[in-house]
């Protein structure tokens, strides 16, 4: 079940609240078990990538509150078991990579835009909700912000560019609308369209 804030869940017969989440680059799980009157925190300096192992101390946790510690794996089967996870999650991570990167929707990578061409893009970009969007020129790059949060840009086709939002990580679009005198008019980034407000 869920409670707000909290997923509610029994195993071995001990009941808890837990809950997590991540940010490239951070992952936190947590866990509370409120008969017994304990609690485990796992604050890791990483991502997904992590993920099993938070989930792993969090049943250890439950296994060991419930008196069942004969049942767990030694430290040395606990670290084997996750290095053949973690290694397994980054090969599955690299793949989806790659198999996204090679979809028809990106145009295979070709468009190679000049600096003068990007200046097109460059400006400010407004959604009444989800703030504001920037986009500028850096050498020879496009570089963006959504509201003070840095956005890695790629050149993938005319007018379409490959974006990961710093706190994301995921590959999104960042397409432009042109009006018809050429003029660009808005940007759509990962579906939602922000209007140009300026140059």
Known sequence: GYAPGWNRGDAHGVAFLEHGGTYPGFRCQMMIAPEAGVGLAVVTNS??????LSQQLAQTFI????????????????????AERAADYRSVR??????????????GWLWKPSPADLLDFSGLYRHAAMGDLRLAVEG?????????????LEAAKPDL?????ATDGEL????FERAASGHIEAAQFNGIRFERNGD
């Open 172 to 175: 999104e679009e960042l397409a």
């Open 47 to 52: 991502d997904s990538m992590t993920g099993g």
């Open 161 to 165: 560019f490959g974006a990961i939002l």
């Open 140 to 152: 020879e790059r496009l570089v963006g912000k959504l509201n003070g949060t840095a956005i890695a």
């Open 63 to 82: 296994t060991a509150l419930a008196g069942q510690g004969d049942q767990l794996p030694t430290p040395e089967q606990f670290a084997a078991r996750y």
């Open 94 to 107: 690299s793949r989806e990579a790659i198999e996204e990167r090679a979809k028809s929707r990106w145009g």
